[in-house]
């Protein structure tokens, strides 16, 4: 089984300073890295699909990139609306089987 | 729009089984290429992929659940459906049913459509 390894676990930023998450896979996953937002009682909100794609509505200040083992996800100036937690997930080639991240959690500072 | 909306029972009791399902509106079930899936999320914690089943039968679980799970397609309700038997305290958690709505997101197998969530206790 492929493991997700997210860093930081918290990142303590203001709102308009710049956040960079971290997602290492424990072998290669491809472009099949996505990232989702996920506030309180809520359902988790896609973001990023094949490591760099925005999902529709997505404002342009959140961005993906990586492929292989390393993956990096950055907005690039924080809104009141996007402290939350953030997750990425991946799926293997074969069987197919998916695994998410222990996520990171961005608080406001 | 294609909305995802799960129900079933929010309380089961320990070694049985936990059902759910899934209805899929403002789309069909039958749908090329597309995935549905059920992710949990325990208390707390983070999420869980428990499995997904494809337009054409194909089912695929989480190694660590397989033993246990089942996932069903009902085209004529245009619903999916999710089994957990031998449920324990570890299965209490939210639980989601997920897919796509477009073949590029799809084809990464990632979820842009998400049902609320339900919430499943397993207590005596």
């Known amino acids: 089984e492929i493991v997700l390894t997210q860093s930081p676990a918290t990142l303590f930023l203001s709102p308009g300073e710049r956040a960079t998450l971290s997602c290492r896979a424990s072998?290669?996953?491809?472009?099949?890295l996505a990232w989702y937002q996920q506030k309180p009682g809520q359902a988790p909100r896609l973001l990023i699909y094949g490591a760099s794609n925005r999902a529709t509505g997505v404002p342009a200040r959140f961005s993906g990139s990586g492929s292989g083992t390393d993956f990096t996800f950055i907005i690039s100036s924080l809104e009141p609306e996007d402290f939350a937690v953030y997750y990425c997930q991946q799926r293997s080639n074969w069987p197919p089987a998916l695994t998410f991240g222990g996520g990171t959690k961005v608080e406001i500072k | 729009q294609l909305q995802l909306q799960e129900s079933g029972s929010g309380l089961v009791k320990p070694s049985q089984t936990l059902s759910l399902t899934c209805a899929v509106s403002g789309g069909s079930i039958t749908s090329g290429g597309y995935s549905w899936s059920w992710i949990r999320q325990p208390p707390g914690k983070g999420l869980e992929w428990i499995g997904y089943?494809?337009?054409?039968?194909?089912?695929y679980y989480s190694p660590s659940l397989k033993n246990r799970v089942t996932i069903s397609v009902d085209r004529s309700k245009n619903r999916f459906s999710l089994n957990l038997s031998s449920v324990t305290a570890a299965d209490t958690a939210v639980y989601y049913c997920a897919s796509a709505s477009r073949a590029a997101v799809a084809a990464t197998d990632a979820f842009d459509i998400w049902g609320q969530g339900t919430v499943v206790t397993v207590s005596s």
């Open positions: 089943i494809y337009h054409g039968g194909n089912t």
């Open positions: 072998q290669s996953v491809s472009s099949y």
